[in-house]
């Protein structure tokens, strides 16, 4: 219910407004968003990398409306590439694009336009592009775009999200040599004729989902930080004779951080997915969502600023 509501918050405009110019906001924005600009995601990359972590950065913002917008999307992921280029972190740090970020409730053909040029740009700076998953009403849009993309640049990453029915279907259509595949339960609130709305049945989707990639050839991304998952993969990969460098985790920025450590001191490549700029509304209410825990911190974050 809780989850419901904050959810529907997330593309509550009146509430954006009032949110983002609360001064204790930027404390809790700070926990899990590098900063706004560049200069800030690429330093933040730098401290992780040398932490012995992975990263995988988003520049912030979804639904652009207009192909303006989706261009200036397209500028920002092709800073970043350069940066981190310069600064020499490719391979150790990857993007995560969103493609409503590039167009795509404009035309899919912009979308695939625009998230061409930045695996292209990926490529020329060392490293690769994973397409986020969104709401389910772009998972057919989104699956052929990668499909495009990935005949281009095979290693162009997908999300999965076990949450929906659908997934373990996908996952099966995607477990195959040279594919990147990012498995998590999904952040959007989503109807149930799609989408399993028990805990339980989307983390038993999940397990089902690990199976599927773990037996095929591919190279699948546990995204998630609850430890029963952790468990069961770090099991399964047992089982299916995995190499460390065969397979990753992931976890958010400023998401159980000495989890994600403990993982890497066990020989276990683990990225964590980095998120910077100004729009960070969206993300942060879903973060929210996710666990109480961190609206506690948000509402405390509040009360400090009195
Ligand atoms: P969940 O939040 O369900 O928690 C399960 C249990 O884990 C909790 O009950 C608690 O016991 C424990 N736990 C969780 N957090 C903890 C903490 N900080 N400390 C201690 N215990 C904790 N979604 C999407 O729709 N599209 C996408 O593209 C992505 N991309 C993505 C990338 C990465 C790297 C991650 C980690 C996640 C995503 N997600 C996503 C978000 C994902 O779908 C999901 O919403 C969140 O990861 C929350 O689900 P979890 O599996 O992490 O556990």
Same mark, same amino acid.
């Given at each position: 219910?809780? =989850?419901?509501?904050?959810?529907?918050?997330?593309?509550?405009?009146?509430l954006?407004?009032? $949110?983002?110019? !609360?001064?204790? /906001? @930027?404390?809790?924005?700070?926990?899990?968003?590098?900063?706004? #600009?560049v200069?800030?995601?690429?330093?933040?990359?730098?401290?992780?990398?040398?932490?012995?972590?992975?990263? +995988?950065?988003?520049?912030?913002?979804?639904?652009?409306?207009?192909?303006?917008?989706?261009?200036?999307?397209?500028?920002?992921?092709?800073?970043?590439?350069?940066? $981190?280029?310069?600064? %020499?972190?490719?391979?150790?740090?990857?993007?995560?694009?969103?493609?409503?970020? *590039?167009?795509?409730?404009?035309?899919?053909e912009?979308?695939?336009?625009?998230?061409?040029?930045?695996c292209?740009?990926?490529?020329?700076?060392?490293?690769?592009? #994973?397409?986020?998953? &969104?709401?389910?009403?772009?998972?057919?849009?989104?699956?052929?775009?990668?499909?495009?993309?990935?005949? /281009?640049?095979? +290693?162009?990453?997908?999300?999965?999200? +076990?949450?929906?029915?659908?997934?373990?279907?996908d996952?099966?259509?995607?477990? !195959? @040599?040279? +594919? =990147? !595949?990012?498995?998590?339960?999904?952040?959007?609130? %989503?109807?149930?004729?799609?989408?399993?709305?028990?805990?339980?049945?989307v983390?038993?989707?999940?397990? @089902?989902?690990?199976?599927?990639?773990?037996?095929?050839?591919g190279?699948?991304?546990?995204?998630?930080?609850?430890?029963?998952l952790?468990?069961?993969?770090t &099991?399964?990969?047992?089982?299916?004779?995995?190499?460390?460098?065969?397979? &990753?985790?992931?976890?958010?920025?400023?998401m @159980?951080?000495?989890e994600?450590?403990?993982?890497?001191?066990?020989?276990? *490549?683990? =990225?964590?997915?980095?998120?910077?700029?100004?729009?960070?509304?969206?993300?942060?209410?879903?973060?929210?969502? %996710?666990?109480?825990?961190?609206?506690?911190?948000?509402?405390? /974050?509040?009360?400090?600023t009195?």
């Amino acid at each position: 219910m809780l =989850r419901s509501l904050i959810l529907a918050a997330a593309g509550n405009h009146t509430l954006r407004t009032a $949110l983002t110019s !609360v001064p204790g /906001s @930027r404390g809790l924005v700070r926990r899990f968003v590098a900063g706004d #600009t560049v200069d800030d995601a690429v330093a933040t990359a730098a401290a992780l990398v040398a932490d012995g972590l992975a990263v +995988s950065l988003d520049h912030l913002g979804e639904n652009v409306t207009d192909a303006d917008g989706a261009e200036a999307t397209v500028r920002a992921y092709l800073e970043l590439l350069h940066r $981190l280029h310069a600064a %020499e972190l490719a391979p150790r740090a990857e993007v995560s694009v969103k493609l409503s970020a *590039t167009g795509q409730s404009v035309h899919e053909e912009l979308a695939l336009e625009n998230a061409s040029r930045i695996c292209a740009a990926a490529e020329q700076a060392g490293t690769t592009v #994973t397409l986020d998953a &969104e709401d389910h009403t772009t998972t057919d849009s989104t699956l052929r775009v990668l499909a495009e993309l990935r005949r /281009s640049w095979p +290693s162009t990453g997908a999300v999965l999200q +076990s949450h929906l029915r659908r997934t373990e279907q996908d996952c099966r259509a995607l477990a !195959v @040599r040279g +594919s =990147r !595949v990012r498995l998590c339960k999904g952040a959007y609130a %989503e109807p149930s004729e799609v989408a399993f709305a028990d805990p339980r049945e989307v983390a038993l989707s999940f397990v @089902r989902c690990a199976n599927v990639l773990l037996a095929g050839p591919g190279y699948p991304m546990f995204a998630t930080h609850d430890p029963r998952l952790v468990d069961i993969v770090t &099991e399964r990969a047992r089982w299916f004779d995995r190499e460390p460098g065969s397979f &990753e985790y992931q976890m958010l920025y400023g998401m @159980r951080p000495a989890e994600q450590r403990r993982l890497v001191a066990e020989g276990a *490549t683990v =990225r964590v997915y980095l998120p910077y700029g100004s729009d960070w509304y969206g993300y942060l209410l879903r973060r929210l969502a %996710e666990r109480p825990a961190n609206m506690a911190f948000f509402l405390r /974050s509040l009360v400090s600023t009195r």
